[in-house]
């Protein structure tokens, strides 16, 4: 089975920045799509970012975060510049088996693995 552990959210200003981190357990992190979703107060759980195939946003987010990975660590990360209030929600890492595209890795159901989740408050 895979775990996942995240790390690195906190209390930010508007226009400051955060780097998230996911570590994975498990010999087949390089055989998995990593995803970030988040889910703030009052509203469902929302696509952040997905890194299969390729590397996906949502539009929302797009040329704000980078997503990336390091297989040798078993990691990945979410860099994420120019945060608004907007942002500010709990982050979940994700891993869904096998390489999603853009359109798979949008849906939370295609994931079987999920993290506790780390928060991400953005002060305006």
């Known amino acids: 089975q895979v775990q996942l552990v995240e790390s690195g959210g906190g209390l930010v200003q508007t226009g400051d920045s955060l780097r998230l981190s996911c570590a994975a357990s498990?010999?087949?992190?390089?055989?998995?799509?990593m995803g970030w979703f988040r889910q703030a107060p009052g509203k469902d759980r929302e696509f952040v970012a997905a890194i299969g195939w390729g590397t996906y946003y949502a539009d929302s987010v797009k040329g704000r975060f980078t997503i990336s990975r390091d297989n040798i660590t078993n990691s990945v990360y979410l860099q994420m510049n120019s945060l608004k209030p907007e942002d500010t929600a709990v982050y979940y890492c994700a891993a869904a088996p096998g390489f999603l595209n853009s359109g798979s890795s949008y849906y939370a159901s295609r994931y079987d693995y999920w993290g506790q989740g780390t928060q991400v408050t953005v002060s305006s």
């Open positions: 498990g010999r087949t992190f390089s055989r998995y799509t």
